[in-house]
């Protein structure tokens, strides 16, 4: 954020000595908003009086916000437009000038180059004019230094040459070429400082006209600290401190500043940048010879070039702030007086400050119109010294690196009839520093556990969870088995307080989802854990056990279910007498096909030895018919043969009578699956 201008002579002006009598004339800061979000609203009001343009001037960084949400007015005038430079590099801005003015030229180079355009000079109380035929520079000698000449034909036909630095408000007759050669060494000076970017407003004026400019531009965040002050007795005072950066390069004079409460959305999009999108090249129809056609073996299709997103309106603004609350004022107490004493920490001596104000879904800090902020400096400012309701207590969450001791802490209700802003705080009890806190943006009424040091004095020890699943509900129908059953978890707290005095302790246990507390009663919910209280007696003891339960709801198939599974449930007491003897039932089933399985597994090992038995046989039959003397002994393998086959024929319609029984089985149990309901 920089100084803004009136307009001044260009460069080129300046070089070819030409007056101008242009005044630089500052527009001031009058406002400044800060926000959480990395931007500022800035409000510039001043009186105009020189007649061209208006000229701001602001970081590259900046632009991209500026232009999203510039809005200007003028009293006794109207606003024309709005003009700023291109950000393109600079040989892309100076390729369309007719000339270049290189490094290390002098006038002779740029004169000779524009040949044949007419100048205009003075030369003493002689006024030349003429076209440019040449220009060149005479090099120095021993003698003489360096000298430039040109050499114009006059407009009576006369050839004369020139010693350039005898020639006064030289300029071109040419008014484009002038205003050219103005606009380029205007882009030249701009390009030596990369980071600067400059927005004329054009404004058509009646006289003296009172011009403001209004803009968001990206600005440091402003911070927040409190002290929370403990006094022995009556309600502790919240004092508020602002921290704010002035990072814009320029003086903060009496200006008007609020600090907000929230973060309204801001982005950064491609909106000063020039945005080109590639086109298809079309050729010209009807030109050139017909070409052979080729086919690709598939569809290609060419991606489309997106345009650059559209710029987001920039955060709405209040039009007006109400005027500001009272000023709470603060008695200073005579430091001498305690010269004796111990120093202790007490309420600062603040002469005023800052108003709330609610800002539509945000809060401001308001402070009216004599804030002084040097640039490059930072300030604290004060905005709330108030007494507020809060309680010493402990704390022991899950969450803290100490498992044994609980956290000292206080609960605070913001009854301030402000929105605090979230922010570090530093605790003083008794007169002393006792540790530091943390807490985010609270609104008024809204309550807050602070925890600021480790209590040595309290012990605590927590025993491992223990859990039980007990079936709460059973159901039976077309097979499918359901049950509702619960995982009930118990952990146990056990506290011992060594100081004498009594304490309150808030043990917050995060929330398990779909998990219920059973007991004790929950004294307070946050949006992922719950608070239990404890009252722990002075030199004693207490314990705390926390009972949750969790819902199960499961469905199974029956079918797919093993007699041990389904004789979990049988063995629960709790299941209805008619639900347990329908799943015996179903188990004995059950355990009669699993007996026919067995006995069918039994049957076939049998046949399977005869088999290997009947295969032996008949191989040693073969062989010893090829033995003469031999019969004997194959009449005898033969009638054992014969046994073998019985056997295995007997064997085989056992297993046939057996696999009948299965099926018959199985159909049973299908039946009595299907038919069971309870």
Same mark, same amino acid.
């Given at each position: 954020?920089?100084?803004?201008?009136?307009?001044?002579?260009?460069?080129?002006?300046?070089?070819?000595?030409?007056?101008?009598?242009?005044?630089?004339?500052?527009?001031?800061?009058?406002?400044?908003?800060?926000?959480?979000?990395?931007?500022?609203?800035?409000?510039?009001?001043?009186?105009?009086?020189?007649?061209?343009?208006?000229?701001?001037?602001?970081?590259?960084?900046?632009?991209?916000?500026?232009?999203?949400?510039?809005?200007?007015?003028?009293?006794?005038?109207?606003?024309?437009?709005?003009?700023?430079?291109?950000?393109?590099?600079?040989?892309?801005?100076?390729?369309?000038?007719?000339?270049?003015?290189?490094?290390?030229? #002098?006038?002779?180079?740029?004169? !000779?180059?524009?040949?044949?355009?007419?100048?205009?000079?003075?030369?003493?109380?002689?006024?030349?004019?003429?076209?440019?035929?040449?220009?060149?520079?005479?090099?120095?000698?021993?003698?003489?230094?360096?000298?430039?000449?040109?050499?114009?034909?006059?407009?009576?036909? /006369?050839?004369?040459?020139?010693?350039?630095?005898?020639?006064?408000?030289?300029?071109?007759?040419?008014?484009?070429?002038?205003?050219?050669?103005?606009?380029?060494?205007?882009?030249?000076?701009?390009?030596?400082?990369? #980071?600067?970017?400059?927005? $004329?407003?054009?404004?058509?004026?009646?006289?003296?006209?009172?011009?403001? /400019?209004?803009?968001?531009?990206?600005?440091?965040?402003?911070?927040?600290?409190?002290?929370?002050?403990?006094?022995?007795?009556?309600?502790?005072?919240?004092?508020?401190?602002?921290?704010?950066?002035?990072?814009?390069?320029? !003086?903060?004079?009496?200006?008007?500043?609020?600090?907000?409460?929230?973060?309204?959305?801001?982005?950064?999009?491609?909106?000063?940048?020039?945005?080109?999108?590639?086109?298809?090249?079309?050729?010209?129809?009807?030109?050139?010879?017909?070409?052979?056609?080729?086919?690709?073996?598939?569809?290609?299709?060419?991606?489309?070039?997106?345009?650059?997103?559209?710029?987001?309106?920039?955060?709405?603004?209040?039009?007006?702030?109400?005027?500001?609350?009272?000023?709470?004022?603060?008695?200073?107490? !005579?430091?001498?007086?305690?010269?004796?004493?111990?120093?202790?920490?007490?309420?600062?001596?603040?002469?005023?400050?800052?108003?709330?104000?609610?800002?539509?879904?945000?809060?401001?800090?308001?402070?009216?119109?004599?804030?002084?902020?040097?640039?490059?400096?930072?300030?604290?400012?004060?905005?709330?010294?108030?007494?507020?309701?809060? %309680?010493?207590?402990?704390?022991?969450?899950?969450?803290?690196?100490?498992?044994?001791?609980?956290?000292?802490?206080?609960?605070?209700?913001?009854?301030?009839?402000?929105?605090?802003?979230?922010?570090?705080?530093?605790?003083?009890?008794?007169?002393?520093?006792?540790?530091? /806190?943390?807490?985010?943006?609270?609104?008024?009424?809204?309550?807050?556990?602070?925890?600021?040091?480790?209590?040595?004095?309290?012990?605590?020890?927590?025993?491992?969870? $223990?859990?039980?699943?007990?079936?709460?509900?059973?159901?039976?129908?077309?097979?499918?088995?359901?049950?509702?059953?619960?995982?009930?978890?118990?952990?146990?707290?056990?506290?011992?307080?060594? !100081?004498?005095?009594?304490?309150?302790?808030?043990?917050?246990?995060?929330?398990?989802?779909?998990?219920?507390?059973?007991?004790?009663?929950?004294?307070?919910?946050?949006?992922?854990?719950?608070?239990?209280?404890?009252?722990?007696?002075?030199?004693?003891?207490?314990?705390?056990?926390?009972?949750?339960?969790?819902?199960?709801?499961?469905?199974?198939?029956?079918?797919?279910? #093993?007699?041990?599974?389904?004789?979990?449930?049988?063995?629960? %007491?709790?299941?209805?007498?008619?639900?347990?003897?329908?799943?015996?039932?179903?188990?004995?089933?059950?355990?009669?096909?699993?007996?026919?399985?067995?006995?069918?597994? $039994?049957?076939?090992?049998?046949?399977?030895?005869?088999?290997?038995?009947?295969?032996?046989?008949?191989?040693?039959?073969?062989?010893? #018919?090829?033995?003469?003397?031999?019969?004997?002994?194959? %009449?005898?393998?033969?009638?054992?043969?014969?046994?073998?086959?019985?056997?295995?024929?007997?064997?085989?319609?056992?297993?046939?009578?057996?696999?009948?029984?299965?099926?018959?089985?199985?159909?049973?149990?299908?039946?009595?699956?299907?038919?069971?309901?309870?």
């Amino acid at each position: 954020m920089k100084r803004l201008y009136c307009a001044i002579p260009s460069l080129a002006a300046a070089l070819f000595a030409v007056s101008a009598g242009a005044c630089a004339q500052e527009l001031p800061v009058r406002r400044v908003v800060l926000y959480k979000n990395g931007v500022g609203y800035v409000e510039r009001v001043g009186e105009v009086s020189a007649s061209g343009p208006v000229s701001l001037t602001f970081g590259a960084d900046e632009m991209t916000d500026v232009l999203k949400s510039l809005s200007v007015s003028a009293t006794n005038g109207s606003v024309e437009r709005v003009r700023f430079s291109t950000d393109e590099s600079l040989e892309e801005k100076l390729k369309s000038f007719p000339f270049r003015i290189n490094p290390g030229e #002098n006038m002779a180079s740029l004169l !000779d180059a524009l040949r044949g355009e007419r100048i205009e000079a003075a030369r003493g109380a002689e006024n030349v004019r003429g076209a440019i035929l040449s220009a060149q520079t005479v090099p120095a000698t021993n003698q003489t230094p360096a000298r430039e000449y040109v050499t114009l034909l006059e407009d009576g036909g /006369a050839m004369n040459s020139y010693e350039i630095a005898s020639l006064g408000r030289l300029r071109f007759a040419n008014a484009k070429l002038q205003q050219q050669v103005t606009d380029y060494l205007r882009i030249v000076a701009e390009a030596r400082n990369q #980071n600067r970017r400059s927005v $004329s407003i054009d404004v058509l004026r009646n006289g003296n006209t009172q011009l403001s /400019a209004r803009y968001m531009t990206p600005m440091p965040v402003w911070k927040s600290s409190y002290r929370m002050i403990f006094g022995k007795e009556g309600k502790p005072t919240l004092e508020g401190w602002a921290v704010v950066d002035n990072t814009s390069g320029e !003086d903060w004079n009496g200006i008007n500043l609020s600090l907000i409460s929230g973060k309204p959305v801001s982005f950064l999009t491609n909106i000063y940048p020039p945005v080109n999108v590639a086109r298809p090249f079309v050729p010209l129809p009807g030109i050139g010879s017909t070409a052979p056609v080729t086919y690709e073996s598939e569809m290609r299709v060419q991606a489309a070039i997106a345009p650059a997103p559209a710029a987001a309106p920039a955060p709405a603004m209040e039009k007006a702030m109400a005027s500001a609350l009272a000023s709470g004022r603060f008695e200073r107490r !005579d430091m001498a007086a305690d010269s004796a004493q111990r120093l202790e920490a007490r309420p600062s001596g603040l002469a005023s400050v800052a108003a709330g104000i609610e800002a539509g879904a945000l809060f401001a800090y308001h402070f009216p119109g004599h804030v002084n902020v040097r640039k490059g400096e930072s300030v604290m400012l004060p905005f709330l010294q108030k007494p507020v309701s809060a %309680q010493r207590l402990l704390i022991f969450t899950e969450r803290q690196p100490v498992t044994n001791h609980p956290m000292l802490a206080f609960e605070m209700t913001n009854d301030s009839g402000l929105t605090l802003d979230g922010g570090p705080v530093t605790v003083f009890d008794g007169g002393e520093y006792a540790g530091e /806190a943390l807490f985010e943006t609270t609104k008024e009424g809204e309550k807050r556990l602070m925890s600021y040091g480790l209590d040595l004095g309290t012990s605590l020890r927590t025993e491992p969870s $223990s859990g039980t699943r007990t079936v709460q509900e059973i159901s039976m129908q077309r097979g499918v088995l359901s049950v509702k059953s619960k995982q009930r978890t118990t952990i146990k707290y056990t506290l011992s307080n060594a !100081d004498a005095r009594a304490k309150t302790l808030v043990i917050e246990r995060l929330a398990r989802p779909n998990y219920e507390t059973v007991t004790p009663t929950v004294s307070e919910k946050t949006s992922t854990a719950n608070r239990f209280r404890v009252q722990l007696p002075a030199s004693g003891a207490a314990s705390l056990e926390i009972v949750e339960e969790f819902p199960f709801h499961e469905s199974h198939q029956v079918t797919n279910l #093993n007699e041990d599974q389904l004789g979990v449930y049988v063995r629960n %007491q709790a299941l209805p007498a008619a639900a347990r003897q329908a799943l015996e039932r179903i188990i004995a089933k059950k355990r009669q096909i699993a007996e026919n399985e067995r006995q069918m597994s $039994s049957v076939q090992a049998r046949v399977n030895s005869l088999n290997s038995q009947m295969e032996r046989v008949r191989r040693n039959m073969g062989s010893l #018919n090829n033995i003469a003397g031999q019969q004997a002994q194959v %009449q005898k393998l033969a009638a054992e043969l014969g046994v073998l086959q019985t056997d295995a024929a007997g064997r085989e319609a056992e297993m046939e009578r057996l696999r009948e029984n299965g099926l018959t089985l199985q159909q049973e149990l299908d039946g009595l699956i299907e038919n069971t309901q309870f």
